[in-house]
């Protein structure tokens, strides 16, 4: 999948989780959309032709340092991170 198109497909799982999901689903969605804008645009600042699988490993690294910096209790870790493994597939 094409990296854009790769993006384009997260926001179109997270803008629907607004629309259909619950209280908890709605929380990790724009949790979730914070850390993939920030990695990406982090990431297409530093690379020409950014590709999936960094992003990827990026965005996992900025939740992996959020977790550890204590920006979110255990449920929530597995909110996210449980939702970052859905829509990164």
């Given at each position: 999948?094409?990296?854009?198109?790769?993006?384009?497909?997260?926001?179109?799982?997270?803008?629907?989780?607004?629309?259909?999901?619950?209280?908890?689903?709605?929380?990790?969605?724009?949790?979730?959309?914070?850390?993939?804008?920030?990695?990406?645009?982090?990431?297409?600042?530093?690379?020409?032709?950014?590709?999936?699988?960094?992003?990827?490993?990026?965005?996992?690294?900025s939740l992996n340092k959020a977790i550890e910096a204590g920006e979110l209790n255990?449920?929530?870790?597995?909110?996210?991170?449980?939702?970052?493994?859905?829509?990164?597939?």
């Amino acid at each position: 999948m094409a990296y854009q198109q790769f993006l384009d497909n997260i926001q179109t799982q997270l803008d629907d989780l607004v629309v259909t999901g619950s209280d908890d689903d709605l929380f990790a969605s724009g949790y979730l959309q914070g850390h993939v804008s920030l990695s990406a645009g982090q990431y297409e600042l530093e690379e020409a032709e950014p590709q999936v699988a960094e992003l990827k490993v990026r965005v996992k690294a900025s939740l992996n340092k959020a977790i550890e910096a204590g920006e979110l209790n255990p449920q929530d870790q597995a909110l996210v991170v449980g939702l970052w493994e859905r829509v990164s597939q």
